[in-house]
């Protein structure tokens, strides 16, 4: 029995990855699907809403889709073990891909109060960015350090908020509040602590799950 319990640990571990990862992919389609279809429409009346601001859309649609999309990469151990310099390649494509789409997505929310948005969703998104920079930046000094324990924990904070880009669209066109302003701007302030809530919590299991083994093996020496 000793010698089968950590063979199924990983497993575990494993399982719950995918699973997240799954639900991020899920999230992911239905966007593409609810919000974004329009960009396979080029006469679709939203285009006229964008038209100001369509050349800075375009590379923070761009950045963003590389942040959500390379994330889970960074994720895999299998990758970082087997293929190191392309889990740096991609590691940095993520990194530029989260400081290039926060400040963007903060100009386009300014410039968008011109047609209508509200100074106070041009601050929900500057916190948002300033979060995602912030904890991309300090993952990314840990990863230069070689402190990856701290790197993947910082990651793990960064990536939650970098689907909380999903998160708000899929609540809000869940529950039919994506034509409510007020509603949408709630749901992103609510989004914003939860992620990093969530995403200690996940640390913490994870570091729970890795002492586990070490403290029976540290019990067993000790009997």
């Known amino acids: 029995m000793s010698t089968s319990a950590p063979s199924l640990r990983p497993s575990v571990g494993v399982r719950g990855k995918y699973i997240i990862f799954a639900f991020v992919f899920t999230m992911l389609l239905y966007v593409l699907q609810h919000n974004e279809r329009f960009l396979i429409q080029p ?14 859309l375009l590379p923070h649609g761009l950045a963003g ?3 959500i999309l390379l994330g889970p990469m960074q994720f895999s151990d299998r990758l970082r073990q087997r293929f190191t310099k392309l889990h740096r390649i991609v590691g940095r494509v993520y990194v530029f891909g989260a400081l290039v789409a926060a400040p963007l997505g903060v100009y386009i929310q300014y410039f968008d109060e011109r047609l209508g948005g509200t100074r106070t969703f041009t601050a929900a998104a500057a916190v948002d960015a300033f979060l995602l920079m912030t904890t991309t930046g300090i993952a990314f000094v840990f990863a ?13 904070r960064s990536y939650a908020v970098a689907i ?13 509040w994506d034509r ?30 890795r002492m586990r083994p070490m403290q029976r093996a540290a019990a067993q020496a000790a009997d």
């Open 43 to 56: 006469n679709h009346p939203v285009w006229n809403h964008y038209e100001p601001f369509k050349w800075w």
């Open 65 to 67: 889709a590389c942040a």
């Open 144 to 156: 230069m350090q070689r402190k990856i324990q701290l790197h993947r924990q910082w990651m793990t």
């Open 164 to 176: 909380v880009f999903l998160e708000v669209r899929v609540i809000t066109g869940v529950l039919g």
């Open 180 to 209: 409510n302003l007020a509603l949408v701007e709630a749901t992103v302030w609510a989004c914003l602590p939860l992620a990093l809530l969530l995403a200690d919590v996940v640390i913490q299991w994870q570091e729970l799950r």
